[in-house]
């Protein structure tokens, strides 16, 4: 009967569960709520995760009505992006795994009793001491198993997180290149348009003898050039678009969505901060998923936080340490049917935490060192690309305006030839293309300045192969 009492209680204990963390866990979008806030901070967008047929279609129609035949900004792209990629919903299922690993954990073992009376007494007694040392280990070792639980999940946040915002910074970054590419054929074209006038002029010129046939196949070969750059940029155009509209999730009758012919203006002043190297350090997702993970390790293996050292007593559960003659000799104390980690004890735990511990640790060193480097690097590139694209934009633009305008002066005073004439407005024109290619390095320095700040640069979802980027 003592024996029953036991077997009662334990069980009773090990269908206690930590009830506010499986409340949380138990939800269907437990955690999500975090990547939601996250993302509308870093790329100014909220996630969805659909997890039904009528969710989905509910996005569908949402994503229709943003896009379906509608001309795009960034902003939209990136919307329509993180609610609509499969990839990002897919990744959003490993929070919800985590999420379920968690409740598990929490909740422990289901309860059950099972013991055969048809053995020897022996055999029942053993049956039912093996019953209650599962039920107690279960509890002991239950609160670490738990925390490192938790904090697994809080990393699938954040990874989630991460996801998320790499995906957004793709996305704008397939936007304003594929925007820039529409750009630069428009312009190609209108050069395009200048050399023919000139092509045909020559062809005419040819045929009343006042240009000789080498003169006319220069004018010919600039019209067969451009001609070809035009086609090249319109191809450049198209594929840049059919990648935004692969990350954008989109497919069918949904890719009927244009974007405009022109990047957005210069704005007056680069929008960086000087404190960049201090926001990255703060808002990087993956050094907080670093600290997390040196935090678990220091959790399972039981570590000092204080001095970064092993501490001297580590966990044996389910193990049985004996001592002969000094030597420390390891067996198994009984048998269980189901897989709990289980800590090292003596020396070889002491040196496997130290090394995973000063492996992580230094790891994490690094990648705070990276994040540093990339702010400086993503401050120095924009403010640069702004001065660069500013000059373009100030300096040489004009002056090719005002050689256009005396041209056409002199062309109306019969000093100038048309052909000098079509020739300053295709150098005019080189010009224009020089500032657009300007303007759209600026804005990419930009969307990479929003990457080193919040991380996820790397395009890890459905962002292409590599061979893709240009």
């Not at 709520?33 to 995760?49: F, I, L, N, Y």
């Amino acid at each position: 009967m003592k024996t029953v009492a036991a077997i009662s209680a334990a069980v009773l204990l090990s269908a206690c569960a930590q009830t506010s963390i499986v409340q949380v866990a138990s939800k269907d979008r437990a955690g999500f709520d975090t990547v939601q806030t996250g993302a509308q901070r870093a790329v100014g967008a909220s996630p969805e995760w659909a997890l039904s047929a009528t969710e989905i279609q509910a996005l569908d129609q949402r994503v229709h009505g943003l896009v379906h035949k509608k001309t795009i900004n960034a902003d939209i792209a990136v919307q329509v992006a993180i609610i609509n990629n499969r990839a990002l919903q897919a990744n959003f299922a490993d929070l919800g795994l985590s999420s379920t690993e968690l409740w598990e954990v929490a909740m422990g073992p289901i309860p059950s009793v099972g013991v055969s009376v048809s053995g020897l007494a022996g055999d029942v007694t053993r049956s039912l001491e093996s019953l209650v040392m599962q039920s107690i280990l279960d509890l002991a070792t239950r609160k670490p198993r738990t925390e490192i639980a938790q904090i697994r999940f809080r990393q699938a946040q954040l990874n989630a997180l991460s996801e998320t915002i790499a995906l957004a910074i793709e996305t704008r970054r397939a936007w304003i290149e594929a925007v820039g590419a529409f750009e630069k054929a428009a312009l190609i074209a209108e050069a395009q348009n200048t050399a023919d006038s000139a092509s045909e002029l020559a062809s005419q010129l040819g045929r009343t003898g006042f240009m000789s046939k080498a003169d006319q196949a220069r004018e010919h070969t600039l019209t067969a050039v451009l001609a070809a750059e035009r086609s090249e940029a319109r191809l450049e155009a198209q594929l840049a678009k059919e990648r935004l509209i692969r990350l954008m999730g989109l497919s069918g009758s949904a890719t009927e969505v244009f974007v405009p012919n022109a990047l957005p203006k210069l704005p007056s002043r680069p929008r960086a901060s000087a404190d960049i190297e201090r926001l990255a350090l703060v808002n990087r997702v993956d050094l907080a998923v670093g600290k997390l993970e040196l935090e678990a390790v220091a959790r399972e293996y039981r570590l000092s936080g204080k001095t970064r050292m092993i501490s001297d007593i580590a966990l044996a559960a389910g193990l049985e340490a004996e001592t002969n003659d000094g030597d420390t000799e390891v067996s198994p104390a009984l048998s269980v049917d189901f897989e709990i980690p289980l800590y090292d004890t003596g020396r070889l735990a002491s040196k496997r935490g130290q090394m995973n511990y000063l492996r992580v640790a230094n790891s994490l060193a690094q990648k705070a060192i990276d994040a540093r480097a990339e702010a400086r690097m993503a401050y120095k590139s924009v403010t640069g690309r702004h001065a660069v694209a500013r000059h373009w934009r100030d300096v040489v633009l004009p002056l090719r305006r005002t050689i256009d305008e005396e041209s056409l002066k002199s062309y109306s005073g019969m000093i100038t030839s048309t052909f000098e004439l079509l020739e300053d407005a295709r150098d005019g024109l080189e010009a224009q293309i020089g500032a657009a290619e300007a303007k759209r390095a600026y804005w990419l320095a930009e969307t990479e300045m929003t990457a080193a700040i919040w991380g996820g640069s790397g395009g890890a979802v459905a962002g292409g192969d590599e061979e893709d980027k240009e």
